[in-house]
């Protein structure tokens, strides 16, 4: 009989392909068997039984901004808020940290302060920027996943957006380096004149921030983008599309050979902008949240299975840059990556969407996207990564199990249908009923494999 290092016992087990009744049999933090009634002993066991097994969700868009910023959160909080959530893999942006990982001493840097506090294994992001095209080739030798860049202006004076020189010219530069460009689709002309204009008329309410960053100015740059991806042989990534137009562009480029993917981020299908106007700063965002009929036409899209994955953009901020008078000077951004899986998965459900789907949104697509080996799916030979829950009565994360720096978020505005129980990081028990149950033990990730 075989000696397994954890059997987890009586779930429903969702993988990429499909869902049923069967135990996990983990040796050596890996998937060894998945079958009903497994037979063995073991080391340890979990009994869940009336739960859902997922894979632990890939989160691939999270600003943790350590270095530099911590006191916005910090490895130790956000990835612990992560864990907790269901979380067992994240990707990490360049911004907002400070320095931003524009280079190798940067990227050092945050992977050091990464490995000492992660509770989830992590992969970097580089930067794009006017600054740093002769940084790229050091940067790919560091294991970055790929490199970020802002078609519109970032927010944070360090880290500048790309103007389409600069696009052009890195996205030749990561083809040859065979690795993806991910952007932020604004279009800064737009964006940046429509606020200004605004400003100087004194109009600086919600309303005018979301007037200010219409849909066209999404479409034009992701149209834009993909021109210069396809004419660089670039491998795109579209980060949090609002729209489902936008989308549907993506999709048809795809359908034109191009290799694009897109995702979309669980606030911008379940709040609208009336949403911004009521909740207010814990509710900006770029792009913005928008009207109920965008909404309705990017929940198509997604139903249609046009959108890859499903992303939190987890971009937090001290409590302090989310008041004032002047709704354009509030920091936007919205704190989510605990909430991904628990707003997520009910959400889904409700539209008939396939669990199988969801493992692949949640996790298995920017796993395969990102060439992270062992990641992103239950099966034999993938990494142990899961976690478990199940439907529960629609309430709100109690403050005292919120790990963000700082908790008050757009989700205390929105009930969730889903409990998450636990969450298991390559065959060890990480987070258990919201609490964090062992210390950090994340590893770097890099296209590929891990880093030793």
Same mark, same amino acid.
Not at 189 to 218: C, F, K, Q, W
Not at 220 to 239: D, F, M, N, S, Y
Not at 417 to 443: E, N
């Given at each position: 009989?075989?000696?397994?290092?954890?059997? *987890?016992?009586?779930?429903?087990? *969702?993988?990429?392909?499909?869902?049923?009744?069967?135990?996990?049999?983990?040796?050596?933090?890996?998937? =060894?068997?998945?079958? !009903?009634?497994?037979?063995?002993?073991?080391?340890?066991?979990?009994?869940?039984?009336?739960?859902?097994?997922?894979?632990?969700?890939?989160? !691939?868009?999270?600003?943790?901004?350590?270095?530099?910023?911590?006191?916005?959160?910090?490895?130790?909080?956000?990835?612990?808020?992560?864990?907790?959530?269901?979380?067992?893999?994240?990707?990490?942006?360049?911004?907002? =940290?400070?320095?931003?990982? @524009?280079?190798?001493?940067?990227?050092?840097?945050? =992977?050091?302060?990464?490995?000492?506090?992660?509770?989830? +294994?992590?992969?970097?992001?580089?930067?794009?920027?006017?600054?740093?095209?002769?940084?790229? #080739? +050091?940067?790919?030798?560091?294991?970055?996943?790929?490199?970020?860049?802002?078609?519109?202006?970032?927010?944070?004076?360090?880290?500048?957006?790309?103007?389409?020189?600069?696009?052009?010219?890195?996205?030749?530069?990561?083809?040859?380096?065979? @690795?993806?460009?991910?952007?932020?689709?604004?279009?800064?002309?737009?964006?940046?004149?429509?606020?200004?204009?605004?400003?100087?008329?004194?109009?600086?309410?919600?309303?005018?921030?979301?007037?200010?960053?219409?849909? *066209?100015?999404? @479409?034009?740059?992701?149209?834009?983008?993909?021109?210069?991806?396809?004419?660089?042989?670039?491998?795109?990534?579209?980060?949090?599309?609002?729209?489902?137009?936008?989308?549907?562009?993506?999709?048809?480029?795809?359908?034109?050979?191009?290799?694009?993917?897109?995702?979309?981020?669980?606030?911008?299908?379940?709040?609208?902008?009336?949403?911004?106007?009521?909740?207010?700063?814990?509710?900006?965002?770029?792009?913005?949240?928008?009207?109920?009929?965008?909404? #309705?036409? &990017?929940?198509?899209?997604?139903?249609?299975?046009?959108?890859?994955?499903?992303?939190?953009?987890?971009?937090?901020?001290?409590?302090?840059?989310?008041?004032?008078? +002047?709704?354009?000077?509030?920091?936007?951004?919205?704190?989510?990556?605990?909430? &991904?899986?628990?707003?997520?998965?009910?959400?889904?459900?409700?539209?008939?969407?396939?669990?199988?789907?969801?493992?692949?949104?949640?996790?298995?697509?920017?796993?395969?996207?990102?060439?992270?080996?062992?990641?992103?799916?239950?099966?034999?030979?993938?990494?142990?990564?899961?976690?478990?829950?199940?439907?529960?009565?629609?309430?709100?994360?109690?403050?005292?199990?919120?790990?963000?720096?700082?908790?008050?978020?757009?989700?205390?505005?929105?009930?969730?249908?889903?409990?998450?129980?636990?969450?298991?990081?390559?065959?060890?028990?990480?987070?258990?009923?919201?609490?964090?149950?062992?210390?950090?033990?994340?590893?770097?990730?890099?296209?590929?494999?891990?880093?030793?």
């Amino acid at each position: 009989m075989p000696h397994f290092d954890l059997i *987890v016992r009586n779930g429903l087990v *969702v993988s990429s392909t499909g869902e049923r009744r069967a135990d996990l049999g983990v040796i050596d933090g890996m998937f =060894a068997a998945i079958e !009903p009634e497994l037979g063995g002993t073991a080391r340890d066991v979990i009994d869940v039984e009336g739960a859902v097994v997922y894979p632990g969700a890939v989160d !691939p868009h999270v600003h943790f901004n350590e270095p530099g910023r911590t006191d916005w959160e910090g490895w130790a909080s956000g990835s612990a808020a992560l864990a907790a959530g269901g979380g067992t893999t994240c990707l990490e942006m360049p911004l907002n =940290a400070t320095p931003p990982t @524009l280079d190798r001493a940067s990227f050092t840097a945050k =992977a050091e302060a990464a490995s000492a506090k992660s509770h989830v +294994d992590f992969g970097l992001w580089g930067g794009l920027t006017p600054t740093n095209l002769d940084h790229l #080739e +050091d940067l790919a030798g560091c294991g970055v996943i790929g490199f970020k860049a802002f078609m519109s202006a970032s927010g944070t004076v360090d880290f500048q957006h790309a103007d389409d020189d600069t696009l052009f010219r890195g996205m030749a530069l990561a083809a040859r380096l065979g @690795l993806p460009v991910a952007v932020h689709a604004e279009n800064d002309a737009i964006t940046s004149g429509m606020a200004a204009s605004l400003r100087r008329s004194g109009h600086t309410s919600a309303r005018d921030y979301l007037a200010s960053r219409p849909v *066209v100015a999404e @479409l034009e740059a992701i149209g834009r983008a993909i021109t210069l991806a396809e004419a660089a042989g670039c491998a795109l990534h579209v980060v949090h599309v609002s729209t489902g137009r936008g989308v549907a562009m993506i999709a048809e480029a795809r359908g034109r050979g191009i290799d694009v993917t897109c995702e979309t981020c669980p606030h911008y299908l379940l709040f609208t902008g009336e949403d911004v106007e009521r909740i207010g700063a814990l509710a900006k965002c770029a792009p913005p949240l928008r009207d109920r009929q965008t909404q #309705e036409e &990017l929940w198509s899209a997604l139903e249609m299975g046009d959108v890859d994955w499903i992303a939190s953009d987890h971009s937090p901020a001290p409590s302090s840059m989310k008041t004032g008078d +002047d709704f354009f000077a509030i920091w936007g951004g919205i704190s989510g990556c605990q909430h &991904l899986i628990e707003a997520t998965i009910p959400a889904c459900l409700e539209r008939g969407i396939p669990p199988q789907q969801i493992a692949r949104l949640i996790a298995t697509n920017a796993a395969g996207r990102f060439r992270l080996d062992g990641k992103g799916d239950i099966a034999v030979g993938k990494d142990a990564d899961f976690t478990w829950g199940h439907a529960a009565e629609p309430r709100s994360l109690n403050r005292q199990h919120v790990h963000y720096r700082h908790p008050a978020s757009l989700w205390d505005h929105h009930p969730l249908g889903w409990r998450v129980r636990g969450t298991v990081l390559r065959g060890t028990l990480v987070a258990l009923d919201s609490r964090i149950v062992a210390p950090p033990s994340g590893r770097l990730l890099r296209p590929d494999g891990p880093v030793s």
